[in-house]
């Protein structure tokens, strides 16, 4: 019997050190930009609004306004539409310290419900990226990259 609280504490440790483990970045800083860049694209697809905004920084700024206002349009366009299909091409990241910038180019096609028409959108892009902290699985913090501002040069700036 009294091997349970020393099983319990090694337990404890273990899964603390797999958490910490699974929580650290992987890949380079460019490679964790691409995978953010795919999952903002998944996201989209899916038309899931909090795996969009995931991929925001908190104090976005840029095309389409504040974090709050690309919110309230996600669930304008994801109510009213049928799919939404995105494509980001693949992007030229330089990466500085703490921020990154990539420029890439964005086809966004919105299809209307029951077939009833499809809108099209694309647009060159640049993105400013910035590391932020937060926590994974709610205990491990773990700094990753978000999108802090975005800029189009042409196309879709009537989509906001």
């Not at 077939?115 to 994974?136: A, I, M, P, Q, W």
């Amino acid at each position: 019997m009294p091997y349970r609280p020393v099983i319990a504490v090694v337990l404890v440790i273990i899964l603390f050190g797999a958490g910490w483990v699974t929580s650290r970045p992987r890949g380079s800083e460019p490679e964790q930009i691409r995978r953010l860049l795919l999952q903002a694209q998944d996201a989209a697809r899916a038309k899931n609004i909090s795996g969009c905004l995931s991929c925001l920084s908190s104090n976005y700024k840029g095309a389409g306004g504040s974090r709050d206002e690309i919110r309230l349009f996600l669930l304008s366009v994801f109510r009213d539409t049928g799919t939404v299909d995105v494509v980001v091409n693949e992007p030229t990241i330089k990466v500085t310290g703490e921020t990154a910038t990539a420029e890439t180019h964005v086809n966004i096609t919105v299809r209307a419900p029951k077939g009833s028409g499809n809108t099209s959108y694309s647009s060159d892009v640049t993105l400013e990226f910035c590391k932020e902290e937060h926590k994974r699985y709610f205990i491990f913090p773990v700094r990753e990259w978000r999108i802090s501002s975005a800029r189009l040069k042409t196309g879709i700036g009537n989509l906001f």
